[in-house]
T-cell receptor, first 111, second 114 residues
Framework: DAKTTQPPSMDCAEGRAANLPCNHS???????VYWYRQIHSQGPQYIIH???NNETNEMASLIITEDRKSSTLILPHATLRDTAVYYC????????????FGTGTRLTVIP | GAVVSQHPSRVICKSGTSVKIECRSL??????MFWYRQFPKKSLMLMAT?????????EQGVEKDKFLINHASLTLSTLTVTSAHPEDSSFYIC??????????FGPGTRLTVL
């Protein structure tokens, strides 16, 4: 699976949009971009995934650049409960389905 | 979404004893489950892939005789840490594959070996 690069940490004011970037310049054509988050001392939580089109669900939006070499996870109105480590992962949907967790971005939502 | 549970959530044991951790998919069947380990301030590291009805596949550097995995049914996988030592103290997390494109994670088990 392709490697990803994320900033180690970010702050965001409560109520504002949190934009978390991820670089995956070596992504191959059939690899998807997945986002998970891990709140302290809990298991990771699935957020969203996409291939090349932008995606939105009740938790977040995922914006993937046209060349697919980077993406941005957007939490439209961050709350204190969104404070967590956010992991961007690229993987195939078939074959070896384990997830490779990099170091992620520690997002701190500030009151 | 699909729910995965782990039991126990926290366990403290003496060095040299064995500890069993259960991972259950509560509302779906999972032919594949995964076991991860996470040390403090570190990311999750995959230990092994657990396949229902067959032997687990271990990642490089993970001792299969120390970390015994059994996946006897489509809703249950167990991880047994045998002859635990203080360096095995960690946060153990399982996940189960739901359909082909989502993994759901358990809440984790914090193991402390004294």
């Amino acid at each position: 699976d392709a490697k990803t690069t994320q900033p180690p940490s970010m702050d965001c004011a409560e109520g504002r949009a949190a934009n978390l970037p991820c670089n995956h310049s070596t992504i191959s054509g059939n690899e998807y971009v997945y986002w998970y988050r891990q709140i302290h001392s809990q298991g990771p939580q699935y957020i969203i995934h996409g291939l090349k089109n932008n995606e939105t669900n009740e938790m977040a939006s995922l914006i993937i650049t046209e060349d697919r070499k980077s993406s941005t996870l957007i939490l439209p109105h961050a709350t204190l409960r969104d404070t967590a480590v956010y992991y961007c992962i690229v993987r195939l949907q078939t074959g070896a389905n384990n997830l490779f967790f990099g170091t992620g971005t520690r997002l701190t939502v500030i009151p | 979404g699909a729910v995965v549970s782990q039991h126990p959530s926290r366990v403290i044991c003496k060095s040299g004893t064995s500890v069993k951790i259960e991972c259950r998919s509560l509302d779906f069947q999972a032919t594949t489950m995964f076991w991860y380990r996470q040390f403090p301030k570190k990311s999750l590291m995959l230990m092994a892939t657990s396949n229902e009805g067959s032997k687990a596949t271990y990642e490089q550097g993970v001792e299969k005789d120390k970390f015994l995995i059994n996946h006897a049914s489509l809703t249950l996988s167990t991880l047994t840490v045998t002859s635990a030592h203080p360096e095995d103290s960690s946060f153990y997390i399982c996940s189960a594959e739901f359909l082909r494109n989502e993994q759901f994670f358990g809440p984790g088990t914090r193991l402390t070996v004294l």
